[in-house]
């Protein structure tokens, strides 16, 4: 779709929205069949599960062992994504059998996902059928014990298909299990490839449901847990997502769900409305804090508990644990980054750093800041408690596939999995330099791609923006990965005052001349001083001085923006969110 004036009035008119909406839409690169399912997309719109490959297999086998009676063991995953399916499964299946449990990963102990140990003590507990979720896809071992000793098990994930290079070709492989249920296995005619984890977990139960006869409006309230994941997971805002997030705010904000609520009040949001950024940078890194530094078991309980004594218990130790991840994560972080900046590796193009001092559950908070900082992939490794063994985690940038990549060195690995912009591993200590070494040697990033980019969808001088701006731009929510919240420029925008507000003084916020006479104010939420050195180079120290005490100053800005409103005692200001400044 080209964005020419005459696709502008198109659009606008068989639509109905604004030019400036359009040219939008035309941005995120939307096609126009698919314009109207993204703007006006409702529970009609959602694709069909049995589309999904093996998903009527899958189906046939749970439906059968439920009504065997025989006991089914759910093992999930420790982040929010696994959180999210495990509960989805847990309280869709026992509306139809209580002989249904569940079992978490221990992070330290079991490392990622299903495993030998955990195949053979579902055994000595009597189960017949595991169902994973969130993982299981590169499971090849603990997929063969299971049939070897002859438990059913039915994969259910969402994450990319192992890659093996056969002859300099790549060619993907699946366990040998009963059935899986992964809309990107190479042969599934599923429409949309990119859901979470909980998505597919969600689909197996809609597919169960209409099996049985049991109408899907009975799943409607757990597409609250399902829209976490999914926010949570960062996968993309398009096609069905959009509507379950959309879905999942309404059943968030008029919640029954005891445990949930009870987590909402303790993060003293109880009287705000939920939206994308609450879940997750609020409630999401609580529920994973459990996974880390205890068990996901807390917040599975949380969530499927009828007992407001625990589950209020639950809601408060999640909040206790986040807050401890967060100076582990900033002590690490500054750790982690003194060691780069001492070494040569702060050259590469791909950054590898062992850091065994931090804790193995934060590796992936660490790399992704030092990613944002860096803007370069980054991998993050700590001790593990194999000896010889190191353990980590890897965020990346778009331009990068980190699987793709890892793939072809995974004779260096223990074991890894993952997908293009995240990837887990354990590796031997001794083949970590090999590994840096062999992972920059066939990196094919340029400096180019190596350079931050930002999108702005239009130029907007600051004095043309209306109060009513954030409201129409509002039928683009929810924002998130593939449908960033959009961002206008403008030139040359004279500062009136600077001012730095905040409880431990984090937020610039810059007083600016609109038009003649009036003041738009303008927020930046990044590093304050880092803002401030660059200002005081730039027009020196007097001038900011200045600008500081209100004094007529001669700092002009060339800013990339969103418009907002800052609604305070009853009153609504426009107000204008700095997201990079020149």
């Known amino acids: 779709m080209k964005g020419g004036k005459e696709n502008l009035d198109k659009i606008s008119e068989e639509f109905n929205i604004e030019k400036i909406i359009a040219k939008i839409l035309i941005n995120r690169d939307l096609k126009y069949e698919e314009i109207d399912k993204f703007l006006y997309g409702d529970k009609n719109d959602l694709n069909n599960p049995l589309d999904m490959k093996d998903m009527d297999i899958a189906t046939d086998i749970i439906i059968k062992k439920i009504k065997e009676n025989k006991k089914i063991r759910i093992i999930g995953d420790y982040d929010q994504d696994g959180v999210s399916s495990t509960v989805i499964l847990i309280k869709a299946l026992r509306e139809l059998s209580q002989n249904i449990d569940y079992k978490i990963p221990n992070r330290v102990i079991d490392g990622y996902g299903i495993n030998e140990r ?99 409006e009975k799943l409607e309230n757990l597409y609250q847990f399902a829209a976490m994941a999914t926010i949570c997971d960062v996968v993309d805002l398009k096609d069905e997502n959009r509507i379950i997030v959309k879905m999942g705010l309404e059943k968030i904000n008029n919640s029954e769900n005891i445990g949930l609520k009870a987590l909402i009040r303790e993060t003293g949001l109880e009287d705000k409305k939920i939206g994308v950024y609450h879940l997750g940078f609020v409630l999401g890194p609580c529920i994973n804090a459990s996974g880390r530094l205890d068990t996901a078991g807390i917040a599975v309980e949380l969530f499927t508990s009828e007992d407001i004594k625990l589950v209020e218990k639950d809601a408060k130790l999640l ?96 074991r890894f999995g993952g997908h293009p912009m995240a990837a887990g591993l354990t590796i031997l200590e001794e083949n970590i330099d090999e590994f840096r070494k062999r992972l920059n040697q066939n990196s094919k990033l340029s400096k180019q791609d190596l350079i ?78 880092q803002i401030l050195d660059y200002l005081k180079k730039k027009f020196s120290e007097e001038e900011v001085e200045k600008a500081m005490n209100g004094l007529d100053n001669e700092i002009y800005l060339d800013l990339i923006y969103y418009p907002n409103i800052n609604e305070f005692r009853g009153e609504r200001n426009l107000q204008i969110i700095i997201q990079d400044y020149r």
């Open 118 to 216: 955990l195949v053979e003590e579902a055994k000595e507990e009597g189960v017949d059928l595991i169902i994973t979720c969130d993982n299981g896809i590169a499971a090849f071992e603990a997929v063969d014990k299971a049939k070897e000793i002859g438990l059913d098990i039915i994969i259910s994930d969402h994450h990319d298909i192992p890659i093996f290079i056969e002859d300099k070709e790549k060619v993907y492989r699946v366990p040998k299990a009963d059935a899986i249920v992964n809309p990107k296995q190479v042969d599934c005619k599923y429409p949309f490839k990119n859901i979470c984890g909980a998505v597919v977990a969600l689909k197996i139960c809609e597919a169960i449901y209409e099996k049985v006869g049991i109408a899907k």
């Open 319 to 414: 909040v206790s644990l986040n807050n401890k991840r967060k100076e582990m994560t900033e002590k690490g972080l500054k750790q982690t980054i003194r060691m780069i900046e001492e070494s040569e590796i702060k050259d590469d193009n791909i950054l590898i750093v062992y850091n065994p001092d931090i804790h193995e559950s934060i590796a992936g908070i660490i790399a992704g800041r030092i990613k944002e900082q860096y803007y370069k992939p980054t991998i993050v490794l700590t001790s593990s408690k194999n000896e010889g063994f190191a353990k980590g985690s890897g965020r990346s940038i778009e331009e990068y596939d980190m699987f793709s990549e890892l793939s072809r060195l995974k004779e260096l690995f223990e």
């Open 452 to 529: 931050e980019k930002i999108y702005i969808d239009a130029q907007m001088p600051i004095e043309g923006i209306k109060l009513n701006l954030p409201e129409r731009l509002s039928i683009l929510e929810p924002f998130g990965k593939a449908n960033r919240k959009p961002t206008f420029g403008d030139k040359n925008i004279k500062v009136l005052k600077i001012a730095i507000l905040g409880q431990n003084y984090k937020i610039v916020k810059f007083s600016l001349k609109k038009g003649q006479n009036q003041v738009l104010e303008a927020i930046y939420f990044g590093d304050i001083d």
